[in-house]
């Protein structure tokens, strides 16, 4: 049986997941929604023949003939989509944040906790392939017992989009939230553990400075450290800038423990490049007693890396989903895996503003990290 898609918000990201749909040969899309009509010619024409295209998510749903939904709108319309789509009874599959705030994101959990049908908050990072990697090398105890996790993304700005909507907090959770939730989710599959306390500094240094959109100036930060202890003593840093784009690694993912360091190495999007051709990937070990340090590259398959900017992710992701509608399992990135990265990007973005540490002892079931 082909699985029938809906896809709700047909801009970048959701064209991204169209074209990874398209290559999975047991799936397609037959409809679209979007308000805008530019991005939803374009996504109709991706998804080809036989796609219906909407200007509204609600005649998407009306209309019938799915077997799957993706959202993949702008992060303040997820809350207000989800209350529609969750009613379809269809398997979700949301992309992140699955919420603003932990507020919205509490009441996405309580809806859900009345259906049968799965919701999966799409966190691809947890499938590139040089993080699975390295997620398989520290579950074989490569690292030894892991203690501390960087996570550094050095990359461009935030890209112009419809209506300029992730220029603003209001609009996407703010950077920590709308960009940071897939590291937070990171560091809670690597360290095995919940989040007790975050710390932040940050600030709004470059980036869009000088743009103003109806009387509005934006708001979001372009620079931030973030240090997140865990309930098992562990503790992760994400440091990140988006005025470097430069870089030839846009992400580095070390994972340090007593025995060696595992260390994940990712380019940017092909064309982000100067010569716009598609860079591989490295898996690092180094060994305490270097004795045995290996460095191997992961090349994409030049066929994803044309389909999206997450090298492959994107297509992996959907692999799991499909096999999850085929075996009624449950999904792998939960609705309360997305709850808990929103709010750790959440206390991030308070950290900055208070100058103080905030507590996540609800997630940890512990009353405090001291």
């Given at each position: 049986m082909t699985i029938r898609y809906g896809i709700i918000g047909s801009g970048m990201m959701g064209q991204e997941h169209i074209r990874n749909i398209n290559l999975l040969g047991d799936a397609r899309v037959v409809a679209v929604s979007d308000p805008d009509a530019a991005m939803r010619g374009a996504a109709q024409a991706t998804a080809g023949p036989g796609c219906a295209a909407h200007a509204h998510h609600r005649d998407l749903l009306a209309a019938g003939g799915l077997d799957a939904l993706v959202i993949g709108a702008p992060n303040h319309l997820h809350l207000p989509i989800l209350r529609d789509a969750m009613a379809s009874g269809l398997p979700i599959l949301c992309e992140k944040p699955l919420g603003l705030t932990d507020a919205e994101c509490a009441e996405i959990e309580a809806l859900q906790a009345g259906r049968r049908a799965p919701l999966w908050v799409a966190m691809e990072y947890r499938y590139m392939p040089a993080i699975t990697r390295l997620i398989?090398?520290?579950?074989?105890?490569?690292?030894?017992?892991?203690?501390?996790?960087?996570?550094?993304?050095?990359?461009?700005?935030?890209?112009?989009k419809v209506g300029n909507w992730n220029r603003f907090a209001d609009q996407t959770g703010g950077?920590?939230?709308?960009?940071?939730?897939?590291?937070?989710d990171l560091m809670r599959l690597i360290l095995k553990s919940e989040p007790v306390r975050v710390y932040a500094s940050g600030a709004m240094d470059v980036n869009f400075l000088h743009e103003e959109y109806g009387g509005r100036k934006p708001d979001i930060i372009d620079n931030a450290f973030v240090i997140v202890d865990f309930a098992n003593r562990t503790r992760a840093m994400l440091d990140l800038c988006m005025f470097a784009e430069g870089s030839w690694w846009q992400e580095v993912v070390s994972a340090t423990g007593d025995i060696a360091r595992v260390d994940a190495r990712i380019p940017g999007p092909a064309r982000f490049n100067p010569d716009g051709q598609d860079?591989?990937?490295?898996?690092?070990?180094?060994?305490?007693?270097?004795?045995?340090?290996?460095?191997?590259?992961?090349?994409?398959?030049?066929?994803?890396?044309?389909?999206?900017?997450?090298?492959?992710?994107?297509?992996?992701?959907?692999?799991?989903?499909?096999?999850?509608?085929?075996?009624?399992?449950?999904?792998?990135?939960?609705v309360r895996d997305g709850r808990i990265a929103v709010a750790v990007g959440a206390a991030a973005e308070e950290s900055i503003r208070t100058g103080l540490p905030v507590h996540l002892p609800e997630f940890a079931g512990v009353p405090e990290y001291a």
């Amino acid at each position: 049986m082909t699985i029938r898609y809906g896809i709700i918000g047909s801009g970048m990201m959701g064209q991204e997941h169209i074209r990874n749909i398209n290559l999975l040969g047991d799936a397609r899309v037959v409809a679209v929604s979007d308000p805008d009509a530019a991005m939803r010619g374009a996504a109709q024409a991706t998804a080809g023949p036989g796609c219906a295209a909407h200007a509204h998510h609600r005649d998407l749903l009306a209309a019938g003939g799915l077997d799957a939904l993706v959202i993949g709108a702008p992060n303040h319309l997820h809350l207000p989509i989800l209350r529609d789509a969750m009613a379809s009874g269809l398997p979700i599959l949301c992309e992140k944040p699955l919420g603003l705030t932990d507020a919205e994101c509490a009441e996405i959990e309580a809806l859900q906790a009345g259906r049968r049908a799965p919701l999966w908050v799409a966190m691809e990072y947890r499938y590139m392939p040089a993080i699975t990697r390295l997620i398989a090398e520290v579950e074989a105890g490569t690292a030894g017992r892991v203690h501390m996790l960087s996570i550094r993304e050095h990359r461009f700005p935030f890209l112009s989009k419809v209506g300029n909507w992730n220029r603003f907090a209001d609009q996407t959770g703010g950077t920590l939230v709308e960009k940071c939730c897939h590291f937070f989710d990171l560091m809670r599959l690597i360290l095995k553990s919940e989040p007790v306390r975050v710390y932040a500094s940050g600030a709004m240094d470059v980036n869009f400075l000088h743009e103003e959109y109806g009387g509005r100036k934006p708001d979001i930060i372009d620079n931030a450290f973030v240090i997140v202890d865990f309930a098992n003593r562990t503790r992760a840093m994400l440091d990140l800038c988006m005025f470097a784009e430069g870089s030839w690694w846009q992400e580095v993912v070390s994972a340090t423990g007593d025995i060696a360091r595992v260390d994940a190495r990712i380019p940017g999007p092909a064309r982000f490049n100067p010569d716009g051709q598609d860079r591989h990937s490295q898996l690092v070990v180094s060994p305490r007693l270097k004795q045995g340090y290996r460095q191997e590259d992961i090349a994409n398959d030049p066929a994803l890396a044309r389909a999206g900017d997450h090298h492959g992710s994107t297509f992996y992701q959907h692999q799991r989903f499909i096999q999850m509608i085929r075996t009624g399992g449950a999904p792998e990135v939960s609705v309360r895996d997305g709850r808990i990265a929103v709010a750790v990007g959440a206390a991030a973005e308070e950290s900055i503003r208070t100058g103080l540490p905030v507590h996540l002892p609800e997630f940890a079931g512990v009353p405090e990290y001291a």
